[in-house]
């Protein structure tokens, strides 16, 4: 297999899982693949990762924040 034919895989160290249910929905945030909270806005993700010591400054950026299971304005179940 080539590299041209394999997957991209994000190096971004924010990711930001699907959301779960609950009142409200919410969504975990990982670190470096650590849980570090949950995340029930785009806020959230900003407030839970400078509390973490990671500056975000583009949600849209794929090298900042990976976003599994919908985009930065999915915060509920479909």
Known sequence: MTESSSPYLSSARVTVLGVQPG????????????MVGAATSMTDVLLI??????SIHDLDDPEAVRWVGGGKFTWALH
């Open 49 to 54: 990762s400078a509390a973490s010591g990671v």
């Open 23 to 34: 009142h409200p929905p919410f969504r975990i945030v990982e670190i470096d693949g650590e």
